[in-house]
């Protein structure tokens, strides 16, 4: 198991002045890593991100989870509901309620129901939709395909209460959580204007369930 470790800041030289790339993990290149960056090796860069592999534990949410949860939440999201909010959920759908651990500390979440309306793929019908209600990784453990088996395992859950397909919401500058969906099939449907609070648009993005991504294999 690879522990997670400190984040770096990758720059590169570009014309002379240093541009930063984004944060990687050196611990296992040795104190030569950044330097090796510096100096322009940006096969390294990539190396540093995406090699270094992350041992975590899906599994369904239970209610000792809950402290935990919130606080995710809190932290990743503008959205925050209240305890029975996520408790309700838990009880009608756990099936597609999901947690991500490390070592036992919960470090993503996914909450997901079942709603019946007007489908998004089918003229005129009304089916069983998935709907995704809330999704966050803590960000040191971002993009080492947690979120992405969160979704898979929620996806999963709702399919095994027959939603036909699963839609959600997205902030229209969310790239990192529109380019997971996109990963996975959803396509956006619609914009939803002035959705959030704060009046930002939303995209409505949906995928059918009657197929899974290759690597649902749990
Ligand atoms: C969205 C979120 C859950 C993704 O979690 P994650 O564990 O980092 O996602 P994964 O590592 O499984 O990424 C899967 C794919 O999503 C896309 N992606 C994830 N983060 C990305 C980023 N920062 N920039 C661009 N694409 C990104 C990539 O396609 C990625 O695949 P790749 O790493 O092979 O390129 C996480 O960024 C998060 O918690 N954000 C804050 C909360 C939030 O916005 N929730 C969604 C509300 S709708």
Redesign the pocket.
Known sequence: MVSPRRLEPLSLKVNGSLVLIGYGYFKLFGKNSLENLKSGNLDFAFKSE?DLGLSFNIRNFKPQDLDAVIRINLM??PENYTSSFYMSHYESFPKAFYVAEVNGRII?YVMARVERGLSNHKPISIVKKGH?I??????E???????????INSLKGLKDYNAEECY????VS????I??Y??LNFEIIHIIRGYYLNGEDAYLMSRRLDFLPEDCTF
């Open positions: 995406h990743c999201l993503g995704i809330s999704i966050a990784v803590l960000p453990y971002r993009r080492r395909g947690v979120g992405r088996s969160l979704m959600l919401e997205v902030r969310n790239t990192p959580a380019n997971l996109r990963s």
